[in-house]
């Protein structure tokens, strides 16, 4: 990293982008925003940031700001790190497509998915680090505990009191294996992280940085696939499955799907140590104990999860924009199909919200007028899925291509 301030490029200016970014530059980072939709009022009125943590800044504006749909005027300069706060929805466009036309040739950042979901990391590193000629130096990964939204047509950002970052490297496969299963960061990925999170503490950022950072992505992917999926599905707000008269019915098949991640977890390697079975019931429990409905939340947390709360993918199906399907649900049952574990629950959500992703991502591309660049090993696809049935196949066993199969 330089000696000068570090540069930051800040891909995907919405609330995470926004608050993310607030923060690196109180650390002394220079951050170029990429934003859409926001553009004009982040360069001439700023942004308002109401944070419960942070409190009130009128007019917000990073060191500079480029229109997404501009990418050559980001590529004047180096950078450090580019933070990605983008929706990941590589059955649309993959991550790399995305983050590629941002980058100058020969400057090597380190690149940061600040995303939803698990399986994420390894497009991005194949695309950018380990081409040829590499283009990034490095992939962080880091989950974000925060609760923010836009309002006002994206001039504000309103911040509750929960904001914790947590981050690690992303190593390479070449990389040696641990006794736990993990592989070894190579000491320049060490270098990159130590570097960026010193950047994030500095401005006042909760978090830390963690040696297992897949596991802390799967205990995440826990609440989204469980209580955002079922939430998803009954197209309500959260709150609404922890009433008197739906709990009895929603909190079962919520630990339920929790457990088949787990399940999937198990098969991928995250042995009880560093994905712990309790973690499904401290992701029942954080909800139940901090919902804003009457005798269900505790007393001595408050209500931080708000009565009209729905999760990003639910708002994304309500909006018929596309969803973080795949690297939420989708990349599960693709982990389940190859190690012949049973996830009903999982494959109902995907099931069911799939012809919905479909739509809004035909219309996404229509609005582009381009066709985009998914991700060939991060889509779901008939041919990939494998029945998991007990009854008249094995699990494993391809799927039919015969519907009269399934009667």
Not at 125 to 154: K, Q, Y
Not at 167 to 190: F, I, N
């Amino acid at each position: 990293m330089t000696s000068a301030a570090p540069q930051v490029l800040c891909i995907g200016f919405g609330a995470l982008g926004t608050i993310y970014s607030y923060l690196l530059e109180r650390g002394g980072a220079q951050v170029t925003a990429v934003a859409r939709s926001n553009y004009t009022a982040l360069t001439t009125s700023g942004i308002q940031i109401s944070s419960a943590k942070y409190g009130e800044i009128a007019g917000w504006k990073p060191h500079r700001a480029v229109r997404e749909s501009e990418p050559s005027s980001a590529c004047d300069r180096d950078y450090d790190f580019v933070v990605c706060t983008f929706k990941n929805v590589p059955d649309h466009k993959s991550a790399s497509s995305i983050i590629r036309p941002f980058l100058r040739s020969g400057s090597l950042p380190a690149i940061v998915l600040l995303q939803n979901g698990v399986d994420i990391e390894e497009e991005v590193h194949r695309s950018l680090v380990r081409c040829d000629p590499p283009v990034a130096s490095a992939v962080l990964s880091a989950v974000a505990w925060i609760g923010a939204n836009l309002a006002d047509a994206g001039s504000k950002v309103v911040h509750g009191a929960l904001e914790r970052l947590e981050m690690g490297v992303y190593p390479a496969p070449t990389q040696s294996l641990l006794d736990d299963g993990r592989r070894k960061p190579s000491e320049q990925d060490q270098k990159a992280l130590e570097a960026f999170a010193a950047i994030y503490a500095a401005g006042g950022g909760g978090g830390e940085a963690v040696e297992d950072i897949e596991a802390v992505r799967w205990k995440k992917v826990l609440w989204n696939a469980a209580w955002g999926g079922l939430s998803t599905l009954a197209r309500q707000p959260v709150s609404t499955l922890l009433l008197d008269e739906t709990l009895h019915y929603s909190v079962g098949v919520v630990r339920r799907t929790m457990l088949e991640i787990v399940y999937v977890a198990r098969a991928c390697g995250l042995n009880e140590t560093r994905f712990p079975m309790a973690a499904v019931d401290n992701a029942v429990n954080i909800t139940l104990s901090t919902s804003s409905v009457p005798g269900v939340q505790d007393p001595a947390k408050g209500g931080n999860l708000a009565p009209a709360f729905k999760p990003s993918i639910l708002l994304d199906l309500e909006n018929g924009r596309p969803m973080e399907l795949e690297v939420i649900i989708g990349n599960i049952v693709r982990q389940a199909r190859r190690h012949n574990v049973d996830t009903p629950r999982l494959d109902l959500i995907l099931a069911t919200l799939k012809l919905n992703q479909i739509h809004a991502i035909r219309a996404a591309k229509q609005r582009d007028g381009s066709e985009g660049e998914q991700s060939g090993d991060a889509v779901t696809t008939f041919s990939q899925l494998k029945a998991t049935s007990r009854g008249n196949w094995p699990a494993g066993a391809p799927v039919s291509q015969n519907p009269h199969t399934y009667l």
